[in-house]
């Protein structure tokens, strides 16, 4: 009997270690995980600081850029920085400014205003009429602003260039005080010329404006060039040349270009081709890829002929008949191969 007892004792020890071991060898041992680095999100104090935005009696600026200027982006604020009021809530720059941004001033419209300096003034801030500056003629240093650059002012009218319409939406207006034209009984005009002290300011303010905007040369354009079927303003008596020359604004050709366009049309019979259908749309088709808004019609309807006058006033002042002859032809060209519509 306590020999059987000592066997079966002795047994269910060796099947408790064998149990233990086996639950050893089976026994979990959890796995170190492996820890991913986290991508970074960036915080305000992680990016590079921005420019600070400068606050003057309660007003906030924001006066440098830190957009493309390339892609004609600007952040640079030139006025006080407008922003919501939302009750109950407050709205913080922290984030501020987004890089992807433009100026809505565009586009630099030049205007004469047909009147005398105190009438021009009366007109132009007093009735449905306006524009951002009115330089005035009377001998002094001063040039009016009527309106802030940041708001619209009622000086275009139906209007188009190139791809955009309605140019007050998006152009600085300057008014001019100029006397205009008088036309004799045949409808003739005979334009007044500009003084050259008030072309001097004309030029320092055009000049200002467009560098801070980056307005290209192309966006510098005269009342008539935005709307030739209604408006002569400036005039031909207006000196693009002088401002391109001495100011480097604005468009203007090359004469050397312009000379080996006007070789190869008077090399053929320009008169021969002139009432052709095909050459007619070709004139069309040329101003409108120009900026022009014309219609195409392939006649040398009116629309065509006050756009071709429009275009002879900035660009071919000596001779402003409507008449696109060899030379008008030329000095187009050699403008589309200059300033190429991108």
Not at 3 to 24: D, E, R
Not at 76 to 98: D, E, L, M
Request: proline share 5%.
């Amino acid at each position: 009997m306590r020999k059987t007892l000592y066997i079966i004792g002795l047994s269910v020890f060796v099947f408790s270690c064998t149990s233990q071991q086996n639950a050893k060898k089976k026994q979990y041992i959890p796995r170190t995980p492996v820890v991913q680095p986290k991508t970074a999100v960036k915080t305000p104090g992680s990016e590079k600081p921005k420019p600070q935005i400068t606050t003057e009696h309660g007003v906030e600026f924001f006066t440098t850029n830190i957009s493309d200027l390339t892609k004609n982006d600007n952040s640079v604020s030139y006025g006080s920085i407008v922003s919501a009021k939302p009750v109950g809530y407050k709205v913080v720059k922290t984030y501020f400014p987004a890089i992807a941004q433009n100026f809505r001033q565009r586009y630099l419209i030049l205007h004469y205003t047909a009147l005398p300096d105190d009438k021009s003034i009366t007109v132009l801030t007093q009735q449905g009429v306006s524009a951002h500056y009115l330089v005035n003629n009377t001998g002094d240093n001063e040039i009016y602003q009527l309106v802030d650059e940041n708001k619209r002012a009622y000086h275009a009218g139906v209007s188009s260039w190139r791809s955009d319409k309605n140019l007050n939406d998006n152009s600085i207006g300057i008014e001019i005080v100029n006397a205009g034209f008088t036309a004799d009984a045949e409808g003739k005009r005979t334009f007044m010329a500009f003084d050259d002290a008030q072309v001097k300011k004309v030029a320092a303010l055009v000049k200002d404006i467009a560098t801070r905007y980056n307005i290209p040369a192309t966006n510098i354009l005269a009342h008539s060039d935005i709307a030739p079927t209604r408006k002569q303003d400036p005039g031909p008596l207006f000196p693009w040349k002088k401002l391109y020359d001495e100011y480097q604004i604005g468009m203007w050709y090359d004469e050397a270009m312009k000379q080996n366009f006007y070789d190869f049309e008077t090399s053929t019979d320009f008169q021969i081709k002139y009432n052709d259908p095909a050459f007619i749309s070709n004139v069309q088709t040329q101003l409108q890829k120009f900026g022009y808004g014309l219609d195409m019609s392939g006649k040398w309807d009116d629309a065509t002929k006050t756009t071709i006058e429009a275009f002879q006033y900035h660009f071919r002042p000596q001779n402003y008949d409507g008449i696109m002859d060899a030379e008008t032809f030329s000095i187009l060209q050699a403008l589309l191969q200059k300033y190429p519509v991108k």
